[in-house]
């Protein structure tokens, strides 16, 4: 059973078109995150929910929206698509509260725009 | 002012040898949490190890170690015996205590990536 999955695992558009990527976890996971690693491998966080609420918005363009229906999903869409938004991006996992705990990570999205 | 420096852009290292991944870390919040991942070729993140600022002793799973150096914010991975998988990209991360603030997101490096040669 695959604990945090991400859908789709590739996706290459145009630019200008609206795009989401789908995130989901199995492990009762209070707190989700997106993350986009660029073409320099750098890491870094877009977004952070914990139980449906907005918890960290990291100066991420407004075209950008996330959504999370219920605490399992957090889902990501992209508007008005730009090169500069080709990257993978990684949705993630963890629970609230305990510092030891790692987070679990998707296999990741390769978004290229066209 | 970075907050994690992996100061190694790439390593090689000879099969079977034991190799170390240098991290250093910047934080005044005496709660904190240090993390090490394994990216390899293929995508996916993968979690090793774990440090906490409190913990007596360092941390060792299977082939790998971490050679915590607190006074000198130090986090360094040890992988000893090298095999041809271990051949990926390594970040290091922290995540810092309530006191910080900051929602207690991972905060990472720029990563080292390791070759392993046969």
């Known amino acids: 059973d695959t604990a945090v999955s991400q859908t789709p695992k590739y996706l290459v558009t145009q630019m200008g078109n609206d795009k989401s990527i789908k995130c989901e976890q199995n492990l009762g996971h209070d707190t989700m995150y997106w993350y986009k690693q660029d073409s320099k491998k750098f890491l870094k966080i877009m977004f952070s929910?914990?139980?449906?609420?907005?918890?960290i918005n990291e100066t991420v363009p407004n075209r950008f929206s996330p959504k999370s229906p219920d605490k399992a999903h957090l889902n990501l869409h992209i508007n008005s698509l730009e090169l500069g938004d080709s990257a993978v991006y990684f949705c993630a996992s963890s629970p609230t509260g305990r510092m030891n705990t790692e987070a679990f990570f998707g296999q990741g999205t390769r978004l290229t725009v066209v | 002012a970075q907050k994690i420096t992996q100061t190694q852009p790439g390593m090689f290292v000879q099969e079977k040898e034991a190799v170390t991944l240098d991290c250093t870390y910047d934080?005044?919040?005496?709660?904190?949490?240090l993390f090490w991942y394994k990216q390899p070729s293929s995508g996916e993140m993968i979690f090793l190890i774990y440090?906490?600022?409190?913990d007596q002793q360092n941390a060792t799973e299977g082939r790998y170690s971490l050679n915590f150096q607190k006074a000198r914010k130090s986090a360094n991975l040890v992988i000893s015996a090298s095999q041809l998988g271990d051949s990926a990209m390594y970040f290091c991360a922290m995540r810092e205590g309530p006191n910080a603030g900051n929602n207690r997101k991972l905060i990472w490096g720029l990563g080292t990536s390791l070759a392993v040669n046969p």
């Open positions: 440090q906490g600022s409190y």
């Open positions: 934080t005044s919040d005496p709660s904190y949490g």
């Open positions: 929910y914990n139980n449906k609420e907005l918890i």
